[in-house]
């Protein structure tokens, strides 16, 4: 039996594993991670698809697995049942950025660049002056939620779990596996190793906001307000290279003060949750395949801000790097 180790039990990791197993159900799949939901860094995080923070990551490519996470989210979304939010999202300027409209804009709902009527209007609601901006429709999940719902999947369609910390690409607990699937988020720092992952310090709040039913973004100062089914995320920081991840009394007043500047009403509403994580910064995100010491690498890491924006895409293309490695080995095509 072919046996595939998928390695980080994240948004990405815990759909690579789901989409080879569901593929080739007579594979042996296992899924090895230290930290499994809702203790990986995606689970805290907004959960707002939106491309972010993902370096330079080619547009077509954001446009194309980003393109097909937004779809699967509409999918999540009309079947019911997973907390997935359909909102309309401002992201606005207080400085003209000079930005070209992106490739992505093709793939979501209702793109517009914001005229000047609707900025003046927006900056009278959110007190602040705004030069420029744009506007679409666009999902949101709550991470651990969606994580748990691919893990469930990934165990019903007869994938395998082990609870190990894997500290290199030789390491013994991927003994015995034709392919490795590496999808270890800020840890590829040290397991690959690639010194040019690093983190991205997040830090935000969770509150009660019902009354609250789209996602506003000020680009200048970094705030964002981000509801959900159960709470609205108030954010947040994007502080590279930063290894702290405990809360900061100086970003807990930027946080808060800014949010509450922009919505008086938030001044009111209950705290219920501090997050803080460490996002995978790269200069972009690293998927491709690479054949090593007779094993085949798929590498799927790097994705910053952006995990919860491209892992269904993502997932597609690692399947794919699969599927073409298969038909160009016989080992493991007479195993079939």
């Known amino acids: 039996m072919v046996k595939i180790a998928v390695i980080g039990a994240g948004i990405n990791g815990v759909t690579c594993a789901?989409?080879?197993?569901?593929?080739?159900?007579?594979?042996d799949v296992v899924l090895i991670s230290k930290d499994f939901s809702p203790n990986t860094t995606g689970d805290g995080s907004g959960g707002l698809w939106y491309p972010y923070l993902c370096g330079n990551t080619p547009e077509h490519l954001l446009t194309k697995w980003g393109g097909e996470t937004y779809e699967f989210l509409h999918k999540l979304w009309i079947e019911g049942g997973h907390?997935?939010?359909?909102?309309?999202?401002?992201?606005?300027y207080r400085q003209d950025p000079q930005e070209t409209r992106p490739g992505w804009a093709s793939v979501v709902c209702g793109y517009q660049d914001l005229d000047r009527s609707r900025l003046e209007y927006l900056s009278r609601l959110y007190a602040m002056e705004y030069v420029s901006g744009h506007t679409f429709t666009t999902y949101v999940v709550q991470p651990p939620r969606i994580i748990s719902y691919l893990y469930k999947r990934f165990i019903s369609a007869g994938g395998r779990v082990i609870s190990a910390s894997v500290t290199s690409l030789?390491?013994?607990?991927?003994?015995?596996?034709?392919?490795?699937?590496?999808?270890?988020?800020?840890?590829?720092?040290?397991?690959?190793?690639?010194?040019?992952?690093?983190?991205?310090?997040?830090?935000?709040?969770?509150?009660?906001?019902?009354?609250?039913?789209?996602?506003?973004?000020?680009?200048?100062?970094?705030?964002?307000?981000?509801?959900?089914a159960e709470t609205c995320v108030l954010g947040g920081t994007h502080q590279n290279h930063d290894y702290n991840t405990k809360e900061d009394k100086n970003d807990t007043d930027h946080i808060l003060n800014g949010c509450r500047s922009m919505i008086p009403g938030l001044k009111h509403a209950k705290i219920v949750d501090t997050w803080v994580g460490l996002r995978p910064g790269r200069d972009a995100v690293r998927l491709e395949a690479e054949e090593k010491d007779g094993r085949l690498y798929i590498h799927n890491y790097g994705h910053g801000g952006s995990g919860l924006t491209l892992f269904w895409g993502c997932g597609t293309q690692v399947l794919q790097l699969l599927k073409q490695h298969i038909k160009n080995t016989e080992p493991i095509k007479s195993k079939l």
């Open 83 to 92: 907390n997935v939010s359909l909102v309309p999202v401002y992201a606005l």
């Open 18 to 27: 789901l989409k080879i197993k569901e593929k080739y159900k007579e594979f």
């Open 170 to 228: 030789q390491d013994s607990s991927l003994a015995g596996c034709a392919v490795v699937v590496n999808c270890t988020g800020l840890g590829a720092r040290t397991v690959v190793p690639d010194e040019g992952v690093f983190p991205v310090r997040g830090q935000v709040f969770k509150a009660i906001v019902p009354w609250l039913n789209e996602v506003v973004i000020d680009q200048d100062s970094c705030h964002y307000i981000i509801p959900n």
